[in-house]
């Protein structure tokens, strides 16, 4: 059975991990017996930053390498291929001598390249298997990328008579609740949901799914959201009853945030705020004067955001 040559280098920062993969660079180009070795190696690192300085590294050390000088002063890079490759400092000196020169005569062959333009490259040698057109372009501005999604979607409506249906109720609904009909913005909001990787597995799932089980899903989330507001108002009148029950005036509590809370509640206004500092530190006894008895309310603090 041949030994793997699959090495991984796990290392933290500066602990000299470029100078251990221009190393091995330097091996495989130095062993090798091809004219141009260099044009048959796949090296690819993840930033343009880095592609530049591996590519400066590889130069500087067969340019250190081809000096007659390396032969009598100590270079610890040299030392170490000299050992590893079990040749001599003579045979090394030479050969870098010789495959300096072939690469800067065909630099354009010495590809230390970003994953993203291997990628691309491939992409583009077997653009007409993929059936893509031959000249695409990468596209790196994702909100750009998003509108046009968005404008082909919108552009299907009163084609495709479901979805046009679907449009049209979202933009309904959406005056119904004095917002701008133009839905374009919410489904641009919406699509942003696609480029976030912990969104992925819900994204997935819920791609199995069809316009009529959105519908479904809908009109069972509406019925949900109308009976929790219905239990809203109902103990926000129970809480704002037994305020009054007890005894005890609206003004007693610290500017009469809590009462004024559930008030809203009761009235249905359900897109409230939690930042205040009252609610953070809400006790199940509110503040007032030590002459009136305590109050003691449900340790329940209500608060429903509708909008879906």
């Not at 699959?6 to 993969?21: D, E, Q, R, V």
């Not at 819920?206 to 959201?225: A, M, P, R, V, Y």
């Not at 007693?252 to 809590?258: A, E, H, I, K, V």
């Not at 004067?289 to 109050?295: D, R, V």
């Amino acid at each position: 059975m041949n030994a793997s040559t699959f090495n991984i280098y796990n290392a933290s920062a500066g602990s000299g991990k470029t100078f251990t993969l221009v190393k091995d660079y330097l091996k495989i180009v130095l062993t090798s017996k091809e004219f141009l070795p260099h044009r048959h190696i796949l090296a690819i690192t993840f930033t343009n930053k880095a592609v530049d300085e591996m590519k400066t590294r590889v130069i500087e050390a067969l340019m250190t390498f081809a000096a007659p000088s390396i032969l009598t002063k100590s270079d610890a890079l040299f030392e170490q291929v000299v050992k590893e490759l079990d040749r001599s400092p003579k045979e090394i000196h030479h050969k870098s001598n010789q495959l300096l020169s072939k690469i800067l005569h065909n630099y354009a062959a010495f590809d230390i390249s970003t994953i993203d333009k291997f990628t691309q490259k491939l992409i583009r040698t077997f653009a007409f298997d993929l059936k893509l057109p031959m000249n695409f372009e990468v596209e790196l501005d994702t909100d750009f990328l998003l509108k046009k999604a968005v404008s082909r979607l919108l552009s299907k409506a009163g084609k495709n008579k479901e979805l046009t249906k679907v449009l049209v109720e979202f933009a309904i609904e959406k005056a119904d609740d004095d917002k701008s009909w133009n839905i374009a913005l919410d489904l641009a909001k919406t699509a942003k949901l696609l480029t976030r990787e912990s969104d992925a597995p819900y994204l997935e799932e819920l791609s199995q799914c069809t316009l009529q089980d959105f519908g479904t899903l809908k009109s069972t989330l509406i019925k949900e959201i109308r009976e929790t507001e219905l239990q809203i108002v109902a103990l926000s009148t129970q809480i704002l009853e037994l305020i009054s029950a007890s005894g005890i005036e609206f003004s007693d509590f610290t500017r009469g945030s809590l009462p004024k809370h559930f008030k809203a509640l009761r009235s249905k206004k359900f897109d409230l705020s939690f930042t205040a500092q009252w609610q953070q530190s809400i006790e199940t006894t509110p503040r007032c004067t030590p002459k009136k008895p305590p109050l003691v309310l449900p340790p329940l603090l209500i608060g429903y955001a509708p909008n879906l």
